[in-house]
């Protein structure tokens, strides 16, 4: 069941496998951010890539994840270097585990 | 664990992007034209995302040796026959007389050209 977040809100991108067109990218899965923003429920393109009608509708989020969070220290970035992404709600989790 | 495909390459090792600005060639234009006229009303035969699925199911050889425009162009082929506005036949015979009237290279899309005033520059 989808679930609809908040501002702020710690979420964890699902490290689920999926087929096809899938707009949750695989270097961000499993990775823990906060809502951004809310851009309001659309079709879901996963299933619009199909010829489908993309019901139901699905919330598209900017989660902002720390760079440390995605690359544990390889890489050249600043400890409070942040990346943002569009990710839709049914890829999102609550991060129950992280500090509010 | 499953294996990615050759799209979703963020994290991979990758050189430095090249940020160079060019203007679209005549090709790339004509490309983008066909493309508006073909997804958006009144004929509206895909979706934005039905064309990016087409892309992302490019051959990982052909994904990564074409251009943006050409791998439009791939997908457009790809579902005009998905989508049964043009069979295979049609486009193959379509290719065979363009072929024959300009010769191999010209259905080539061609190569961008980087505008020389920012050549070697990064920013």
Known sequence: MNQRFKIG???VVRDAHAKGHVRAPTYLRGKRGR????????????KLAYGKPGWPLTTNYWVQFR???????????????TITAEIYEHWLEPDTGAAQ | ???????????DPAGPVDRHEH??????RRIDAMMQLLRRKPRGFW?????????ESLSPDT??????????????????????????????????????RFGKGAVKPAKPKSKSATKGKTR
């Open chain 2, 47 to 55: 979706t934005t995302d039905e064309n990016r699925r087409t892309i």
């Open chain 1, 67 to 81: 760079m440390d969070e995605i690359w544990a220290g390889k890489g050249n970035y600043g400890p409070n270097d």
């Open chain 1, 9 to 11: 809100d710690a979420v």
């Open chain 1, 35 to 46: 809502i951004l923003r809310d851009f309001g429920a659309w079709p879901n393109p996963e």
């Open chain 2, 23 to 28: 203007t679209p060639t005549l090709t790339e």
């Open chain 2, 63 to 100: 994904y990564r040796t074409s251009g943006y425009y050409e791998k439009w162009a791939y997908a457009m082929r790809g579902l005009l026959i998905e989508k049964e506005v043009l069979t295979e036949a049609e486009v193959g015979a379509k290719l065979d007389e363009v072929k024959a």
């Open chain 2, 1 to 11: 664990m499953a294996k990615k495909s050759v799209h979703d390459m963020g994290g």
